[in-house]
């Protein structure tokens, strides 16, 4: 077989062999199978053993009797496991023995709802007694068609977006739906967390209001892949109790998963061969021996990198090699899946969009580039190979970020450990505010209901502030909308925050809005002279309007991308817990967070070269969430002061120094040596051209031709290329990128602060980590719970590296001239741990 001859290859191969961090191979696994339950209806039997299905898997017969039974399901399996069966069979069999019951399917994309509606045709197809009337009800569906669908659809296809703005704020005219909706089926539960799980979970609970209102008390099934908390997720998502279904009875092909860590070719800097590069190498290895390869990359820019690079040098011809991400046209799309399943297309290149379960068909490999940023992520892409029973493989090629390389160290993370919490806070109060007031909308509340597990009193606080605010009003026990403007229209599912900014660009003599971002993140995201990527296109904004809530921008063909420059300060509002840890204090609670956008830089894509910087005025933000924080004991900062391990004391640059800094500005005629700039109102700065702390004393430090007059902009761009990163900055660091580890949570999920006299633990060094959402999700505590062993991964990580002085995947790069803080991290992570 080709696969088997590539593998061969790679075997015998010293230059792959010494890049590779792990290979473990899964044996094949037979099926196990169970027959048709003798209850099941005749013609879905027969439509069944039709399209080739002659009897079920064990998974399947179990997840049967137990909906017959009434109760509420989470079904976790594998990837190709036939989990759909799980629901089609009790709703499709409920539907042909009473055709008024309705049935509602929840995606969380309507790519996946539009496979699911090619699969119930398939199986309708196979049978013409099979009258199952099926819709699918989304934004793309036509308006035209949408008043026959609400009439007699009897399973209505749909996402939790569609839900939230289209059916429930317009439940009247749903009535004869709701009133007999039997199951709700929840596909891919593991994707709804964070902020958008905590938001769907409030449109179910909006969901079962309405229900309740017309009768109804629908059973739900959940399906997933596999995470370390299936049933409390399912809990928590619908307030009922669930049963686990785990028994996995679907066959599996020998499947082989690679850990690839490119090969260093800096040594000094840590500087690796490119993830993007090996992974076009990898999968034109696979395509010379005729294995249909999908390419799993993180970011829809680095796709059609990817893509073009791969059609320029690859084998295959164009038309075999395609893209797959967000922004293509769904005919686009379904074009594509088709060419997979046919074998047409021999490779694609995807984002996540192709993570879930949309058929395509059996994939010979799955090519990660770089980690997806978490272990159920990880498996569900490697899961796309290998959907039939013949052999497979899946590559993780790894990037330089701490946290792919401490997986390239330990590859028993992936391989051994349980994948991650997924993570929900429905009573978070800006995202219950906000479905409260679109509960209020659909059906007016009565005095001592509650809301899910919101009691009563809760509730009715919460309204009464409504009241104040006018948009609810109250008549003897009962609480009425009576603003002119249906609220869900307000809410968006992916944000706590109530209130977005418009991206504008201009068509001709108009401007057209391309998008939105929440009002907190457009400060760093829509800033003047930011770079903004929307569908694959680069935008350069021109504009931002806080006040009119607008964001201006123009196509721009840029070879760089922007990043913030930003001043922080935490201060500690309400302390939940602390507990004395090795060496300090660790915390958590609630806290407030400023942050200023001050400027940005410019940085050359791939390269990561700093191209210069911009200035930006912006009036600060305050978030108020949760943190996590790590606050050193002064002993500990004593001892490595000693050992002349510790960098973050200010520096003492002696009583002269006010004379020998005029001396400095006087010999270069107060004019910055960098730009010509002359003094204005304000005196320039002296910068050391060696830093100040690489000298034993500080004569030796402060002498004339160590000394430069610079302006302040030209004086910040100086001090990046020969800045010193301390000890506590690469702990921060090295953190910040563990900690998602930890949580099924993206690195951006999270902000790092590190302060050596932090407010937050009365003037000590501390680090913080803090939830980037209003309000919190729970990633705080859950830090706080783990801390041992984030703080002990974060040691393994930066001393296994094998850089010099520190580098992106350890304790983050110094200045071009500078040094990374590695051996003061390692001084400061080995206090702070039990080795």
């Known amino acids: 077989m080709p696969l088997s001859a590539l593998l061969r290859a790679w075997r015998t191969d010293p230059s792959f062999r010494s890049s590779v961090a792990a290979w473990r191979t899964f044996p094949a696994i037979p099926p196990q199978f169970a027959p048709f339950p003798d209850d099941l209806h005749p013609a879905l039997a027969a439509a069944l053993r039709s399209s080739g299905i002659k009897a079920l898997y064990t998974h399947q017969a179990t997840a049967w009797r137990r909906v017959h039974t009434g109760q509420n399901l989470v079904v976790v399996t594998s990837t190709a496991s036939g989990k759909t069966l799980c629901y089609n069979l009790p709703v499709l069999d409920s539907l042909l023995r009473n055709p008024q019951t309705r049935a509602l399917y929840l995606f969380p994309t309507k790519a996946l709802a539009q496979d699911q509606h090619d699969g119930l045709q398939k199986i309708r197809g196979a049978d013409p007694k099979l009258p199952v009337r099926v819709a699918t009800y989304d934004g793309d569906t036509p308006p035209a068609a949408r008043p026959a669908i609400r009439k007699t659809a009897q399973l209505v296809i749909s996402n939790p977006d569609m839900l939230h703005s289209g059916l429930l704020p317009h439940h009247t005219?749903?009535?004869?739906?709701?009133?007999?909706?039997?199951?709700?089926i929840i596909d891919e539960m593991h994707s709804y967390r964070g902020v958008f799980g905590s938001h769907v979970a409030n449109v179910l609970r909006r969901l079962k209001r309405v229900a309740r209102f017309y009768g109804a008390a629908p059973q739900f099934i959940l399906t997933s892949a596999t995470i370390a908390n299936p049933v409390e997720l399912g809990q928590r998502l619908i307030e009922e109790d669930v049963t686990l279904v785990d028994d996995d009875g679907s066959a599996r092909g020998e499947r082989h998963f690679f850990v690839y860590n490119p090969p260093i070719v800096n040594r000094e800097l840590g500087i690796r061969r490119s993830t993007l590069l090996e992974s076009v190498r990898i999968?034109?290895?696979?395509?010379?021996?005729?294995?249909?390869?999908?390419?799993?990359?993180?970011?829809?820019?680095?796709?059609?990198l990817i893509l073009g690079t791969l059609r320029r040098r690859s084998v295959a011809t164009h038309q075999a090699v395609r893209g797959y991400r967000g922004g293509y046209l769904p005919r686009e799309r379904r074009e594509i899946e088709r060419g997979l399943r046919e074998g047409s297309v021999r490779a694609v290149v995807a984002t996540n969009a192709l993570e879930l379960g949309v058929d395509i068909g059996g994939m010979g490999a799955a090519v990660l580039a770089g980690y997806p940023g978490t272990i159920a992520g990880t498996w569900q892409q490697a899961g796309r190979a290998g959907r039939k029973q013949g052999e497979a493989m899946a590559i993780l090629i790894t990037s330089a970020s701490p946290l792919d390389q401490f997986l390239a160290r330990h590859p028993e993370y992936l391989l051994g450990r349980a994948p991650e919490q997924a993570l929900i806070n429905p009573n978070n109060l800006l995202i219950l505010?906000?479905?409260?007031?679109?509960?209020?909308?659909?059906?007016?509340?009565?005095?001592?209901?509650?809301?899910?597990?919101?009691?009563?009193?809760?509730?009715?606080?919460?309204?009464?502030?409504?009241?104040?605010?006018?948009?609810?009003?109250?008549?003897g026990d009962k609480f009425f909308w009576m603003?002119?403007?249906?609220?869900?229209?307000?809410?968006?599912?992916?944000?706590?925050?109530?209130e977005a900014v418009?991206?504008?660009?201009?068509?001709?003599?108009?401007?057209?809005?391309?998008?939105?971002?929440?009002?907190?993140?457009?400060?760093?995201?829509?800033?003047?002279?930011?770079?903004?990527?929307?569908?694959?296109?680069?935008?350069?904004?021109?504009?931002?309007?806080?006040?009119?809530r607008i964001a201006q921008m123009r196509p721009a063909d840029l070879d760089y991308y922007t990043e913030p420059r930003t001043e922080t300060t935490v201060r500690l509002l309400d302390k939940a817990d602390e507990r004395p840890a090795q060496g300090a204090i660790k915390a958590h609670g609630e806290v407030a967070v400023t942050t200023e956008v001050v400027g940005f830089r410019k940085i050359k894509w791939f390269t990561h070269e700093l191209l210069g910087e911009g200035e930006v005025s912006l009036p600060p933000t305050e978030l108020v969430t949760t943190g996590y924080w790590v606050?050193?004991?002064?002993d500990i900062v004593e001892g490595l002061r000693q050992q002349a391990l510790w960098s973050n004391d200010p520096n003492q640059y002696g009583p002269d120094w006010p004379a020998q800094r005029e001396r400095a500005r006087a010999r270069d005629r107060y004019r910055c040596q960098a730009c010509g700039a002359e003094?204005?109102?304000?005196?320039?700065?002296?910068?050391?051209?060696?830093?100040?702390?690489?000298?034993?004393?500080?004569?030796?430090?402060?002498?004339?031709?160590?000394?430069?007059?610079?302006?302040?902009?030209?004086?910040?761009?100086?001090?990046?290329?020969?800045?010193?990163?301390?000890?506590?900055?690469?702990?921060?660091?090295?953190?910040?990128?563990?900690?998602?580890?930890?949580?099924?949570?993206?690195?951006?999920?999270?902000?790092?602060?590190?302060?050596?006299?932090?407010?937050?633990?009365?003037?000590?060094p501390t680090v913080v980590l803090y939830d980037q959402v209003p309000g919190g999700i729970g990633f705080s505590e859950r830090l706080f719970a783990l801390?041992?062993?984030?703080?002990?991964?974060?040691?393994?990580?930066?001393?296994?590296?094998?850089?010099?002085?520190?580098?992106?995947?350890?304790?983050?790069?110094?200045?071009?001239?500078?040094?990374g803080g590695k051996e003061e991290t390692i001084a400061l992570l080995k206090a702070l741990t039990q080795k």
């Open 173 to 184: 005219l749903w009535a004869g739906f709701f009133q007999n909706l039997r199951f709700v």
């Open 283 to 304: 999968t034109e290895d696979l395509l010379r021996h005729d294995v249909q390869t999908i390419l799993f990359a993180r970011a829809r820019r680095t796709v059609e």
């Open 433 to 475: 505010l906000g479905h409260l007031r679109c509960a209020a909308f659909e059906l007016p509340f009565r005095e001592g209901e509650g809301f899910g597990s919101v009691e009563g009193p809760d509730v009715a606080e919460i309204l009464e502030f409504l009241v104040e605010a006018g948009v609810v009003h109250r008549s």
């Open 483 to 498: 603003a002119d403007h249906y609220p869900a229209q307000d809410v968006s599912l992916r944000s706590a925050s109530p």
């Open 502 to 548: 418009l991206l504008q660009t201009q068509n001709e003599n108009e401007w057209i809005t391309i998008g939105q971002v929440d009002q907190t993140s457009a400060h760093w995201m829509v800033h003047a002279g930011a770079v903004y990527l929307h569908d694959g296109q680069t935008y350069l904004v021109e504009r931002l309007d806080l006040a009119q």
């Open 631 to 634: 606050a050193l004991d002064a």
């Open 679 to 764: 003094e204005g109102g304000r005196a320039h700065h002296v910068h050391h051209k060696t830093p100040f702390r690489t000298f034993a004393g500080r004569r030796e430090a402060n002498v004339l031709s160590n000394l430069v007059t610079l302006c302040p902009r030209c004086h910040r761009r100086a001090e990046l290329a020969v800045r010193i990163r301390s000890g506590l900055a690469g702990v921060a660091f090295v953190l910040g990128h563990l900690a998602p580890l930890f949580l099924m949570c993206d690195t951006r999920d999270l902000g790092v602060h590190f302060d050596p006299q932090s407010a937050l633990a009365e003037g000590r």
């Open 787 to 819: 801390h041992d062993n984030l703080l002990a991964d974060a040691r393994d990580v930066v001393l296994a590296c094998e850089c010099a002085t520190g580098c992106p995947s350890c304790t983050g790069p110094g200045g071009e001239d500078g040094f």
